[in-house]
Nanobody
Framework: QVQLVDSGGGLVQAGGSLRLSCAASGRTFRTYNMGWFRQAPGKEREFVAALLWNGGNTYYADSVKGRFTISRDNPKNTVYLQMNNLKPEDTAVYYC???????????????????WGQGTQVTVSS
């Protein structure tokens, strides 16, 4: 059974940066796709970014494209989300996810992932 531990959230002013980390265990990390979702209070959970098992293709929600970067370090079984130029609307709980190896023909949804981290809070003040 895979375990995901999210970390790196916090309080930051608008325009600032944060880097989220997700440590994975219990699965052959390098053979699985990884991603991030977020959920703001009173809103539905939404896709943020994803990265294929081979580190090749990346996928981003339009709202974060150009500001967020997803990456992975396979020897460390860790995926990262570098978030720059943060905005108040980025405030949410961010969840790391992992899913089976596949190439997405469009932006992935929660159905493409089968394990979730516990979440880490990101708060951006104006």
């Amino acid at each position: 059974q895979v375990q995901l531990v999210d970390s790196g959230g916090g309080l930051v002013q608008a325009g600032g940066s944060l880097r989220l980390s997700c440590a994975a265990s219990g699965r052959t990390f390098r053979t699985y796709n990884m991603g991030w979702f977020r959920q703001a209070p009173g809103k539905e959970r939404e896709f943020v970014a994803a990265l294929l098992w081979n580190g090749g293709n990346t996928y981003y929600a339009d709202s974060v494209k150009g500001r967020f970067t997803i990456s992975r370090d396979n020897p460390k079984n860790t995926v990262y989300l570098q978030m720059n130029n943060l905005k108040p609307e980025d405030t949410a709980v961010y969840y790391c996810v992992t899913g089976p190896t596949k190439i997405y023909s469009k932006l992935p949804t929660s159905r493409d992932f089968d394990s979730w981290g516990q979440g880490t809070q990101v708060t951006v003040s104006s």
